[in-house]
C-alpha cells in the first residue's frame, strides 16, 4: 500500500477545469515530483491534498484513510504538512517562534493551561523550545532563532518556513516550488536539504520548476498538462517521453 494514493481527482472553478482525473501513488520514503506547464494544475493538486480544497471528484488516500474533503488542520494530523509558492511567516515573531507554531499539533495545553502557566505546560513549551531549535540546526539557520522572521533574506525565510513543516513530525512533507526566488548555489544546498529530509524517514512530495533540481532528486516524476496526468515514471523515462518533450518544447510556454 502507497502513502499517498490519489485517484481520479478532479476540481473546476468556473469555466477552468484545474484538475481533471488525476491519479498517482506516492510510496512511503520516496521523493516525487509534479512538474508542468505554468497553469497545468499543480498547485490545486497540492491544495487538494492538504486540504484546502475539496475535489469535485474523486479519492485521495493517506497511509490507506481517505483524507478528500477534510479540513487542513485534519490532514496535517494526519501527518501531511506543506511549505507555500510564497512564503508565509508570521510577521512580528521571531524566526525560532514561527518554527514553535508548527508543534501546535501535537501539544497538549490550551489556552486556559497556558494562562495558568502549570508545572507540565511550562515543561511542554520548554519540549517544543528544544524541537524547534533542532530542526533549526539540522537546517544550517539555528543562528537566526532570535532575528525577526519576516526580516531574514529570502533563502533564511524558505529554511524556517520549512522547519516549521517539518516540526509537526509529518510522515509527508508537500514542498510547493521550494527553489522559488533561491540562487544556483542555494538550490544545490537546498538539493542536499531534500535528500537528508528523505532520510530522516519523511516522504516527499515536491512541485518544482527548476528541472536540474527535480531530475537530480526525485524517484518518480509525474507531469501534468493542462489539468491532466500526461506521464508518470522514473526522471530517465520521463525526460524521453514523447508527450512530455511536446508540452515543454512544442505547443506549450514552459
Known amino acids: 500500500m502507497a502513502l499517498l494514493e490519489v485517484s481520479g481527482v478532479s476540481k473546476r472553478f468556473g469555466g477552468v477545469q484545474a484538475v ?6 506516492v510510496e512511503q520514503g520516496m521523493v516525487k515530483a509534479v512538474i508542468g506547464p505554468n497553469g497545468a494544475g499543480k498547485t490545486t493538486l497540492f491544495n487538494l491534498v492538504s486540504g484546502f480544497f475539496a475535489p469535485d471528484r474523486g479519492e485521495i488516500r493517506f497511509a490507506g484513510d481517505p483524507i478528500q474533503g477534510r479540513r487542513p ?13 510564497n512564503i508565509k511567516l508570521f510577521s512580528g515573531m521571531t524566526a525560532l517562534e514561527n518554527v514553535m507554531v508548527g508543534r501546535h499539533l501535537r501539544s497538549r495545553s490550551g489556552f486556559v493551561s497556558g494562562m495558568l502557566r502549570l508545572p507540565w505546560t511550562r515543561r511542554e513549551e520548554a ?3 528544544e524541537k524547534s531549535r533542532e530542526l533549526m540546526a539540522f537546517l544550517g539557520v539555528e543562528q537566526l532563532a532570535d532575528a525577526e522572521a519576516t526580516s531574514l533574506a529570502y533563502g533564511q525565510q524558505r529554511a524556517v518556513e520549512l522547519a516549521r513543516a517539518l516540526c509537526s513530525d509529518p510522515r509527508m512533507v508537500l514542498l510547493d516550488e521550494p527553489a522559488a526566488g533561491l540562487n544556483m548555489r542555494e538550490t544545490a544546498e537546498l538539493a542536499k536539504l531534500i535528500l537528508r529530509i528523505r532520510d530522516r524517514g519523511i516522504t516527499v512530495l515536491l512541485v518544482e520548476h527548476d528541472m536540474s533540481l527535480v531530475m537530480g532528486i526525485s524517484d518518480e516524476v509525474a507531469v501534468l498538462s493542462y489539468g491532466q496526468k500526461i506521464a508518470d515514471s522514473d526522471p530517465r523515462s520521463v525526460q524521453r517521453d514523447p508527450q512530455v518533450v511536446k508540452v515543454y518544447l512544442g505547443e506549450e510556454e514552459c
Open 20 to 25: 481533471d482525473g488525476v491519479g498517482f501513488r
Open 127 to 129: 519540549e517544543v523550545r
Open 73 to 85: 488542520y485534519q490532514v496535517a494530523q494526519k501527518g501531511i504538512s506543506r511549505t507555500f509558492q
